[in-house]
């Protein structure tokens, strides 16, 4: 029996597709990659997901597992063809156990849909990603995905206690418990979790749940310089009060914002951070207080603590325009999520300052100063064989010079495709043998995303 009679007898009909024009749709993400799968699966239950492994092997196919395509890396993208399995329809169980402080959930709902069922009981799943309203708890799970929380939270790894996964031979797999302290055996959730669909296809996630704060204050801090902002960030992390959001915007930012609306913010400003705190109520005003005082410092220009809904949103809408005016002034950008120790930061921005000179390639940050994780945006044009030839060497010093910083190249996005080349310069060599010798016992017949997330000299 062919490979696409066999798909047939388990996935029945608006379940599968085959025909090109379909499946198109779900060959690309977020990176701007795009490749045609020769079919396309909806999953429902473990059993499908079984049987789909086991033809896979079979007719040596690669499966490629799919949320809802808001990845930036290309590792949803099938590369080398083979079966994009769509987890969108995966949506079983979304059950909150307050009790114990616990959801169990499938990988097809989204974030926000967790959030408000969480919310109902007054918890919530502190990772909290951007792409929040339409990204899967599968995807987050996959990617690590966190987002502004993560500063005072952790990411998905420090707030899931278990997973049921079925590996690339077609086994099923339950990893952790539905306690906080447990050590037995290797911690496989944490494994599994970030590991981009290549070791195994996650049907279900045991959350750990966080109590909703009862009150939160939104600060905004403006400096004279990015590097005045960035020596406040270490000071507002080296203190108690561990803000709940810690979001930073370079001056290249800045003005690149004000030409499309009006900020309201000092001429000469050249960096800010949003800041967030939350607690209980009859402390929020004394933690407010806490956090300003290590913004305010050399180079602060002022600080604003929203007292109104309406203030809250007025301070936040300077970093909710970036994004529309980064797409609509560079829509072929190279966006980057390295990570350094908050503590090097300033070394970083001065870093980067440098290279833009050098190349002559515009580059814009922000993102999540609280834990390091910069968004470093370099803005070429296509259409331009300057910036496009001078792009690469330039994305290849960034790197240099976040590994020379002890960072990372990733914070959140994840590796793909579009950083696979770079990863030996992070891991050594035999971090990348043991790596790939876990991926060869999950996935025997390399079928599940072959090629993403390690380099082409370790490609198994």
Same mark, same amino acid.
């Given at each position: ?42 999953? =429902? ?47 079983? %169980? ?5 009790? +114990?402080?616990?959801? =169990? ?15 109902? =009981? &007054?918890? /919530? ?14 995807? +987050? ?28 031979? #077609?086994? %099923? ?13 290797? *911690? ?38 990015? !590097? ?39 001429? *000469? ?26 913004? *305010? ?68 940050? /922000?993102? =999540? ?5 910069? !968004? ?7 259409? *331009? #064989? ?26 959140? !996005? ?27 016992? /999950?996935?025997?017949? +390399?079928?599940?995303?072959? &090629? ?9």
């Amino acid at each position: 029996m062919s490979a696409k009679k066999r798909l047939r007898a388990v996935f029945a009909g608006k379940d599968l597709l085959t025909d090109a024009a379909d499946c198109w749709t779900y060959g690309y993400d977020n990176s701007r990659q795009q490749a045609l799968p020769q079919a396309v699966c909806f999953a =429902h239950d473990v059993d499908q997901i079984v049987e789909l492994v086991r033809i896979c092997r079979e007719f040596h196919l690669p499966l490629v597992t799919r949320g809802r395509g808001t990845g930036t890396t290309g590792a949803t993208v099938p590369l080398r063809g083979g079966i994009v399995l769509s987890m969108e329809r995966y949506r079983n %169980r979304l059950d909150i156990d307050p009790a +114990n402080r616990l959801a =169990h959930i499938s990988p097809g709902f989204t974030n926000q849909e967790l959030q408000l069922a969480a919310a109902k =009981h &007054g918890f /919530f799943w502190p990772p909290d990603p951007t792409s929040a309203a339409v990204s899967t708890i599968g995807g +987050n799970l996959a990617y690590n995905s966190a987002g502004p929380r993560a500063v005072k939270y952790g990411t998905p790894r420090d707030n899931t206690l278990g997973l049921r996964a079925v590996t690339g031979a #077609a086994e %099923r797999l339950k990893t952790g418990s539905a306690t906080t302290k447990g050590v037995v055996g290797y *911690d496989l959730t944490r494994l599994l979790i970030g590991s981009e669909g290549t070791l195994a296809i996650i049907t279900e996630a045991t959350l750990k749940l966080t109590p909703l704060a009862e009150s939160k204050r939104t600060l905004q801090a403006v400096y004279r310089d990015i !590097h005045s902002a960035a020596q406040a960030v270490s000071r507002i992390m080296a203190q108690p009060a561990t803000p709940c959001a810690l979001e930073f915007m370079d001056g290249t930012a800045i003005e690149m914002v004000r030409s499309f609306s009006d900020l309201g913010l000092a001429a *000469d400003a050249g960096a800010l951070l949003m800041i967030e705190v939350d607690g209980p109520a009859a402390g929020i005003d004394a933690l407010a207080a806490q956090v300003s005082a290590a913004a *305010d410092g050399d180079g602060c220009l002022q600080v604003d603590v929203a007292t109104t809904d309406e203030d809250v949103a007025r301070l936040w809408r300077t970093r909710k325009a970036l994004s529309p005016a980064l797409r609509n002034v560079a829509p072929k950008k190279i966006n980057e999520d390295v990570v350094v120790p908050v503590s090097r930061i300033p070394e970083l921005i001065g870093g980067l300052e440098a290279l833009s000179k050098k190349f002559a390639v515009t580059i814009v940050n /922000f993102g =999540h100063a609280g834990n390091g994780n910069i !968004h470093v945006n370099l803005l070429v044009d296509p259409d *331009d #064989a300057a910036q496009m030839a001078a792009a690469g060497p330039c994305l290849d010093a960034v790197f240099d010079l976040v590994l020379s910083l002890d960072g990372s190249l990733s914070g959140e !996005h994840g590796i793909g495709w579009v950083k696979r080349d770079f990863v030996d310069r992070e891991l050594d060599a035999t971090s990348l043998h043991l790596m790939t010798a876990i991926k060869r016992q /999950f996935d025997p017949d +390399n079928i599940l995303n072959p &090629g993403v997330g390690f380099p082409q000299s370790a490609d198994s």
